[in-house]
């Protein structure tokens, strides 16, 4: 279920620096798979064109720019499940809402085995929803909730699972990588989404896999406001995932000759900075780059055989002007700011006057 997909000017990039604008080719307009450019807002573009505030459908729309046979990988890190898909993207582009339907397969929505049919538990993935009256959320990541019972949202449900999409191979200079992608919910995202400010992704759930709403229990902390859910089978759920990390990863031996040639074309493109190195006998070697938005950390290990081991991972900077803090303060102000005040007593107009007769 989706409100408000945004489309915008479709930008095709290379696997390392942005190229032209092309558009897929034999795809009906309403079907192609678009994205937004964000090329000029940082001198330190992220692979495949990420940015701090891709959603799920837009991270969906960068991947399939990788080009030959892969294996993409859907997992929730929390839970611990996940499932895996061989494809190729050659020659096609999927919808953006492709993605929302592979995650909503995954997810049950209706009451049966807690295990797929490939042992998976994905049914236990809906115990990490959480109302936006709760007053925290759930698992590691907690964050404060706390809507007000009369805010419009207050019994809106939350999916607070962060969920990673991972693509290998990923071909780069003439070594396989694994592509890993975190997003992350996010209470501005989730505010933003539902005032018709972004794409606000939504899910169906089994209800009774969703903690403290069965037939005989009391309502949970997690989902104060229960009892409007005891006469459906299922719920519906926002996901309000943003990107928060991208990651590139290679493991193997003798890997010296694509460490060494990353390290130098990170550093023609974006100069060096202080204490970056690279060692061509060991193979290690670091690099970390960082325009004020974008934080690039290149990584080598290695020893007497060389680099066994290449990571480089993109984040956002932790700034002030940073989209997390703007997201952060969309936040507040719409769980604080934006509360619903009780409606006032209405009287008709006063009759004092009569008290004595006309």
């Known amino acids: 279920m989706l409100r408000n997909l945004f489309k915008t000017s479709c930008v095709a990039l290379s696997l390392l620096l942005p190229l032209t604008a092309t558009h897929a080719e034999g795809i009906k307009q309403d079907e192609v798979c678009v994205v937004f450019d964000y090329s000029n807002t940082t001198s330190l573009p992220w692979f495949l064109g990420f940015y701090a505030s891709d959603d799920l459908m837009t991270a969906w729309c960068r991947i399939q720019q990788l080009p030959g046979n892969v294996r993409f990988n859907v997992w929730f890190p929390h839970t611990n499940v996940h499932k895996s898909w061989d494809t190729n993207f050659d020659g096609q582009t999927l919808p953006a809402e492709r993605i929302v339907e592979l995650v909503q397969g995954l997810l049950p929505q209706s009451d049966g085995p807690v295990l797929d049919e490939d042992g998976m538990a994905f049914a236990r993935v809906l115990g990490n929803v959480v109302q936006a009256a709760a007053e925290n959320t759930p698992g590691p990541d907690i964050r404060k909730l706390g809507f007000a019972a009369n805010h419009p949202a207050a019994k809106e449900l939350i999916l607070w699972e962060p969920i990673v999409l991972r693509v290998r191979p990923v071909a780069l200079m003439g070594q396989n990588f694994t592509l890993t992608v975190t997003l992350r919910p996010n209470i501005g995202a989730f505010a933003m989404g539902m005032q018709g400010r972004a794409t606000d992704i939504q899910f169906y759930g089994a209800r009774?896999?969703?903690?403290?709403?069965?037939?005989?229990?009391?309502c949970s902390d997690?989902?104060?406001y229960c009892e409007h859910l005891a006469d459906v089978d299922r719920a519906t759920i926002h996901a309000p995932w943003i990107v928060t990390r991208v990651h590139l990863e290679?493991?193997?031996?003798?890997?010296?000759?694509?460490?060494?040639?990353l390290f130098n074309s990170l550093q023609a493109r974006f100069g060096s900075s202080g204490g970056s190195s690279i060692?061509?006998?060991?193979g290690e070697g670091d690099m970390t780059l960082s325009d004020g938005r974008a934080d690039l950390v290149f990584r080598a290990y290695g020893g007497a055989g060389g680099t066994n081991r290449i990571t480089m991972t993109y984040e956002e900077a932790n700034k002030k002007n940073s989209v997390a803090s703007y997201f952060a303060e969309q936040a507040e102000e719409y769980r604080i700011l934006k509360q619903i005040p009780d409606e006032p007593k209405v009287l008709n107009p006063d009759s004092s006057g009569l008290l004595f007769g006309n």
């Open 208 to 218: 009774k896999r969703l903690p403290g709403t069965g037939i005989m229990s009391d």
């Open 250 to 261: 290679a493991n193997g031996e003798n890997m010296t000759e694509t460490a060494v040639n």
């Open 279 to 282: 060692n061509r006998t060991t």
């Open 222 to 224: 997690q989902i104060p």
